[in-house]
């Protein structure tokens, strides 16, 4: 299941993925090498924490739980978007599509 809410007070939205039966872990190095393959900037990558991406113009922040946070943008259904991106990448999207 992926959650998208815009959030006033980090000015963006936030996504989450969840599924009841598979615990998520993402692989930051693995989503980092992916985002640079399609093309997107990868800033900042510390490895089990946080990765710091350029998505389609937004300032994308990917933490190994699953939570994204998209700097600057209010819209909740082009942030489920960059986090579809991001979920392929890591190889989730099967999992966290429907819940």
Not at 13 to 27: C, I, N, R, T
Not at 45 to 57: F, T, V, Y
Not at 71 to 82: H, M, S, V, Y
């Amino acid at each position: 299941m992926i959650i998208s809410k815009p959030c006033t007070t980090m000015r963006g939205v936030v996504v989450g993925a969840y599924s009841w039966e598979h615990p998520l872990k993402l692989d930051l190095k693995k989503i980092a090498s992916c985002l640079e393959g399609l093309g997107f900037r990868v800033s900042r990558l510390i490895p089990g924490m946080i990765l710091i991406a350029s998505i389609d113009g937004y300032e994308t922040s990917v933490y190994p739980s699953g939570k994204i946070i998209i700097k600057l943008l209010d819209d909740a259904d082009k942030g489920k978007e960059i986090a579809e991106t991001i979920y392929r990448c890591a190889g989730v999207w099967e999992i966290v599509k429907e819940g």
